[in-house]
Structure formats: C-alpha cells, structure tokens
C-alpha cells in the first residue's frame, strides 16, 4: 500500500514537472516569436524611411537608416542593397551636377562672362579631378578672353582715331603690338594713323592761319567776318588756347538781331546767337516754346504788341537753362493755349539760371505758375502782370531759388500772388497782390529769409499775407485789405518776423494775427481797423 501510494506521488511530480516543462518552453518560443516578429517590424519601417531618403537624396539618413537595419540584421539583404542605392543615387547626382555646372560655364562664355564661366569650370574640377569637359572648357575661356582683349584694343584704336585722339590710338596700337604682333589689321591701323596725323597737322595750321585772319581784322566790336573765321578755326583746333581766347574776347562784342527781320522766328535767331546779343523782335504772334540756353537779351520792339504762345500740354512757353546767366527778357507777352488739368502742368516761364531779370513782360493763362524760379535759379522780377494762372503767378521753389519782385501785378492766379516754397527766398517790394484763389503772398520754408514790403494784397480768397513754417520774415509798410480771412497771418514755432508800419482794413477775420510760438523781433507802427472779428491777435493759440 506504501509502495502504491509512493508511485502515485512520484507520478504526479512527473506530471507536474512535465507541465511546468511544456509551459517553459511554450512560454520561451513564445517570448522568441514576438522579438523576431518586433525586429521584422522595425526593419520594413526603416526600409521605407531609407527609401524615402534615398527619393530625396537625403544621404545622410539614408546611410544611417540602412546602417541600423544592418545592426537589427547583420546578413541583412534590404541593408546591403540601400547602401547599394546611396552609392548609385550618389554617383547619379555628382553627374548631374557636373553636367549642369558645365552647361553653366558653357552659358557665361558664349555671353562672354568670362570671370564667372572659370569659377563654375573650377568648380567641376573640384567635383571630378581631371574632368576633360571641364579642362577643354578652361583653354576655351583663356583663348575667348585673348580674342576679346585683342578685340577690344582693335575697338580702341579705331574709336581714337575716329574721335582724332591720336596720343589713346598709338597707345592702343603698342598695346595690340605686344598682345598680337601677327594681327592682319596692324598694317592697316599704321597707314590710318599716318594719314589721320598728317590730316591734324594741316587742320592746325589752316586753324593758325585763321586765327591770325581773325586777330588782324578785331578792331574792338563785332565783325561777321571775324567772327566766322575765328568760329571755323574754333572748330578745326578747339584746344587752342590762343584761338578760345580770342573767341572769348569776340563774343563779348554785342550785336542785335532782328526777327521776322534777320531769321523769321525766335527759335531760329537762339539758335545763331551769341551770348549777350540782343534779339529784339517785331509786334506780331509767335506760336512758339523757346528755350534760352546762353545769356541773351530777348525783347518787343514794342511792349505788348509782341505775344508768344504755345499749348499749355506741351511746355513751358520759355525756358531758360542754367547756362543762361544774366538773360534778359522785356516786354513780350506771354500766354498758354488751353486748359491743363494735370497734377504736373508747365509754367509760363520757367527759370533755372542766376541773374536773370524779365520786365515789362505779361504772362497770362499759364497752365502751372506764371514764373517759376526753380533748381537755384536768381530773378528779378520788375514791371510785370501775371494774370489767371494755374498755380501761383510768382513761385521761388527749391534750395537756392530766390525772386525779388517789384513793381509787380500778380492778379487772379488760381493760388497766390507770390509763393517761396521749400527753400525758395525772396523779396515782394512795391507789388500788387490782387484776387488771387488763396493768399497774396505765401512764404512756407524752413531757414529762409523774405521781405515784403510796400506790397498791396487786397481782395485774395484767404489771407492777404501768410508766413508759416520757419520763415524769417520783415514785413513792413504793406497794406492788406478785403481779404476773405486775415489780412496778416504768422504762425508755425521757429517763425520769426519784423512787422512794422503795416495797415489791415476791412478783412473777413483778423487785421494782424501772430501765433502762440512765433517769434516777433519787432511790431511797431502798425494799424488795423474795421477788421470782421478782431483787429490785432497777438499769441493766438492755434487749433489743433
């Protein structure tokens, strides 16, 4: 019975050792499975990054995505041939590479980039060591830029020679020596520089010997004859000093020129004048824009009979260049044709010269300004009428400008009388500031200095006088009356001005208004009355 039951406990412990044994084992090829099915996992999601990395020649990732799939599996096949594809994607984009740089190169030396096609030539070099495309592509460059270079000395020689600047040819031509001594065109560049010297040669002396023509007939005033002989040896030797002298001294001489009489228009006689000729023209209409490009006194035979006109889109009806200094214009009439609605419009005048004076003169209809002094040009502005313009009848513009104004009509303009705008200075003296769209006299410009004196502004559509913005003024002895707003206004901190002796009347709001800020050297003598809402404001605090 022992026995029996011994056996019974020895066969359950089999049992439960052969159990715990199955389960082990299960439990291990269990454990064994998931790890290989987890590494099979990991490596086709590493296979589809290499692969995407490889797509977009991401080496880098590439080559360590592949790597890690060799780690997980050494005899890896998906490894092996990644790594496979970098090197093949690898060699594929250095060809591309090259191909692309040297088409490059081929683009800069056909477009004669010389410099840069070297650089990208270089660069396939550095890429591929000894690569024939590339080395062929280099003793291209150096044999184009050779041609060019002998090209361009060729162009220099034959542009010296056309221009007569013999000295730049033979230096030129030794150069072309030196840098291609077998060229076929330097025989040919020799004789052409012997001709073209012996040519200069008896240019010079004809020159001399017009010169000495000239000198034997000046008798100290204008001669024709010499005057045309000294042009022509001008012409033949202009870097004569002795022949520029003498023309010098000729041109001094003064001598009239009459139109219709000499040259039927005013065009025509600018273009034959010298400086300091007097063009005096004949009553009638000229339908032309003149532009005054040397000092010239243009003036009516008979002051208003003479009106020059010209449509108002075109331009301004006389323009007088810097090169005009001291020109001189009397007595004409002045009037744009038609109506300019544009932002931009021209003037009647427009003056860029110092010295200049116009007097006697109507301007009329102008589609801008009336007068504009602008870029640094300097007027004296006397005895004129400047009536229904587009702009101001008068306007000093720019650094520099400046216009003195006397005895002077600016009436009906479509802004003001007289504007000093953006550094535009000046003076308004003995004047008439009459009916004018907005003020009588404007002066609006940081620094400068103006004077208004002995000056009626009556009857302008806003002040009779307005200084503002840093202006330096002396107003003295004007007399502003009837204006729609104020007779005198001075506003704006770092204005600064003189009013003494001035009389206000009858305008729509105050006689004399200064501004909180402004500062006032002086206010003597002054008289306002019958003035609509007060007769002198001194310190007024301007609105915001």
Not at 207 to 214: C, E, P, S, V
Not at 324 to 335: E, P, R
Not at 512 to 521: A, E, N, P, Q, R
Request: aromatic share 6%.
């Amino acid at each position: 019975m022992k026995n029996m039951e011994a056996r019974n406990v020895w066969g359950g412990l089999l049992v439960v050792l052969f159990l715990s044994a199955s389960w082990w084992g299960y439990h291990e090829y269990q454990k064994r499975w998931n790890a290989y099915a987890e590494n099979e996992a990991d490596i086709a999601q590493l296979q589809a990054v290499g692969r995407d990395a490889v797509r977009e020649r991401e080496w880098r990732v590439a080559n360590e995505t592949y790597q890690k799939i060799e780690e997980l599996d050494p005899h890896s096949s998906i490894a092996a041939a990644g790594l496979e594809s970098i090197k093949r994607g690898k060699k594929e984009e250095l060809s591309q590479q090259v191909f692309y740089t040297l088409g490059e190169s081929q683009a800069a030396v056909e477009a004669g980039r010389w410099t840069e096609a070297e650089t990208l030539a270089m660069a396939v070099l550095k890429l591929t060591p000894g690569n024939k495309s590339a080395l062929r592509k280099l003793d291209m460059i150096a044999e184009g830029r050779l041609k060019q270079e002998i090209s361009l000395k060729m162009r220099a020689i034959t542009d010296a020679l056309d221009h007569g600047e013999w000295a730049e040819a033979e230096r030129a031509f030794a150069q072309l020596q030196v840098s291609d001594p077998q060229n076929p065109n330097l025989q040919a560049f020799a004789e052409r520089i012997s001709v073209e010297k012996a040519k200069l040669k008896r240019r010079l002396d004809k020159a001399l010997t017009l010169y000495q023509q000239a000198l034997k007939l000046d008798i100290g005033k204008y001669s024709p004859e010499a005057m045309s002989l000294v042009h022509e040896a001008m012409r033949l030797h202009p870097d004569s000093p002795e022949i520029k002298a003498l023309h010098q001294k000729m041109t001094r001489y003064t001598r009239s020129i009459h139109v219709p009489g000499d040259f039927p228009t005013i065009t025509r006689a600018l273009e034959v004048a010298r400086p300091r000729d007097v063009i005096r023209i004949a009553p009638g209409t000229y339908k032309e824009s003149i532009v005054i490009d040397k000092p010239i006194h243009l003036e009516a035979t008979a002051e208003g009979d003479v009106i020059l006109e010209w449509p108002s889109k075109d331009a301004s009806i006389i323009t007088i260049t810097p090169d005009a200094m001291g020109s001189q214009i009397h007595g004409l009439t002045i009037k744009h044709l038609g109506f300019d609605h544009r932002k931009d419009r021209f003037s009647g005048i427009t003056i860029e010269a110092k010295d200049v004076t116009v007097s006697g003169c109507h301007i009329r209809q102008s589609a801008g300004h009336g007068v504009a002094v602008v870029g640094g040009g300097k007027t004296r502005i006397t005895g004129c009428k400047i009536t229904g313009c587009g702009w101001d009848g008068i306007a000093a513009y720019g650094v520099g400008s400046h216009v003195t104004v006397v005895d002077t009509l600016s009436q009906g303009n479509l802004q003001h009388g007289t504007g000093f705008w953006l550094g535009g200075s000046g003076s308004v003296i003995n004047s008439r500031m009459l009916k004018n769209g907005l003020c009588g006299v404007v002066a609006m410009s940081q620094g400068i200095q103006v004077t208004i004196k002995s000056t009626t502004c009556s009857q302008n559509r806003e002040a009779g006088i307005l200084v503002a913005g840093g202006v330096t003024a002396t107003l003295d002895s004007n007399r502003c009356e009837k204006n729609q707003l104020s007779g005198i206004v001075v506003r704006g901190d770092g204005t600064s001005v003189s009013i003494v002796n001035n009389r206000t009347s009858a305008n729509g709001e105050v006689g004399i208004l200064t501004h909180l800020g402004v500062k006032v050297s002086r206010f003597a003598k002054n008289k306002a009355h019958n003035n609509a809402r007060r007769q002198i404001w001194r310190d007024a605090r301007l609105k915001k």
